[in-house]
C-alpha cells in the first residue's frame, strides 16, 4: 500500500472519529467540562472536510494539497482563537491543547504527505 492511501485512510478514519466523539458532545450526551464552543464547533465541522481530505490523499486526487493546506491553516487559525482565548483567562480544558496540537501536526503531516504524492486529475 502507498504511504498516500494509509495516510488518506487514516485521514478518513480521524475525521470519522472526530465527527462521532464532537456529535456525541454537541448532542449533551458527554459532560467534557469547560468545553470552547467555538472550538467544538470547528472541530466537529472540520470532521466532515477530514473525510473528504482524507479521500481525496486516498485517491493521489490534485485537490488533496489545496484541502489539506486548507485544514491546516484553518486549524491553525482556531489554535490561535484558542490560544487568545486562554491569554486573557478563558475556561478550558488542558485536553483541548493536547487536541488542537495533534489536530495541526496531523494535517501539516498530511500536507507533506500530499504534496510529495504523484496526483491524477490535474488540468493539463
Known amino acids: 500500500m502507498k504511504v498516500a492511501q494509509l495516510a488518506g485512510g ?7 472519529l472526530t ?3 464532537g456529535g456525541t458532545v454537541l448532542m449533551g450526551a458527554v459532560d467534557m467540562g469547560a468545553v470552547v464552543p467555538f472550538v467544538l464547533w470547528f ?5 466532515f472536510a477530514y473525510v473528504i481530505g482524507g ?4 485517491r493521489g486526487h490534485h485537490l488533496a494539497l489545496p484541502v489539506a493546506l486548507a ?9 490561535a ?11 478550558y480544558e488542558m485536553r483541548t ?7 495541526t501536526a496531523f494535517w501539516a503531516a498530511m500536507a507533506m504527505i ?6 491524477v486529475g490535474r488540468a493539463a
Not at 479521500?55 to 486516498?58: A, D, F, T
Open 10 to 16: 487514516v485521514a478518513v478514519a480521524f475525521g470519522l
Open 55 to 58: 479521500i481525496l490523499l486516498w
Open 114 to 119: 500530499a504534496w510529495t504524492t504523484p496526483r
Open 19 to 21: 465527527l462521532v466523539s
Open 71 to 79: 485544514i491546516l491553516v484553518a486549524t491553525a487559525a482556531v489554535f
Open 97 to 103: 491543547v493536547g487536541a488542537l496540537t495533534l489536530r
Open 43 to 47: 472541530n466537529f465541522l472540520a470532521g
Open 81 to 91: 482563537a484558542f490560544g487568545w482565548r486562554v491569554a486573557t483567562g478563558g475556561a
